[in-house]
């Protein structure tokens, strides 16, 4: 069992930067792969990034690529998903969730999943 908690969201302007943050508990967190996944309101749920177990590889959705970087820290178990140059089109509620050998963007493929965290981006 794991749990994920994520932080970090809040109100920001249009063209600035968060970091969110998923602290994950139990001792098993490297043996994840890790992805963020968000939903705005109306919308279903899509993949955002996701990062593997050693953090040798990583996947971005097109809408993240080159301004989103994932990150992990397996001693601290934590996942990180730094958002760069937001856009109102970014205000979702952003999710962490974990997988076993899984990096794509099903989130029927993750087995875990956190209560989310509120990114709200203002015009």
């Known amino acids: 069992q794991v749990q994920l908690v994520e932080s970090g969201g809040g109100l920001v302007q249009a063209g600035g930067s968060l970091r969110l943050s998923c602290a994950a508990s139990g001792r098993t967190f490297g043996s994840y792969a890790m992805g963020w996944f968000r939903q705005a309101p109306g919308k279903e749920r899509e993949f955002v990034a996701a990062?593997?177990?050693?953090?040798?590889?990583?996947n971005y959705a097109d809408s993240a690529k080159g301004r989103f970087t994932i990150s992990r820290d397996n001693a601290k178990n934590t996942v990180y998903l730094q958002m760069n140059s937001l856009k109102p089109a970014d205000t979702a509620v952003y999710y962490c969730?974990?997988?076993?050998?899984?990096?794509?963007?099903?989130?029927?493929?993750?087995?875990?999943w956190g209560q989310g965290t509120q990114v709200t981006v203002s015009s």
């Open positions: 969730a974990a997988a076993k050998f899984y990096i794509g963007g099903l989130g029927s493929r993750y087995d875990y």
């Open positions: 990062v593997s177990r050693s953090a040798e590889g990583t």
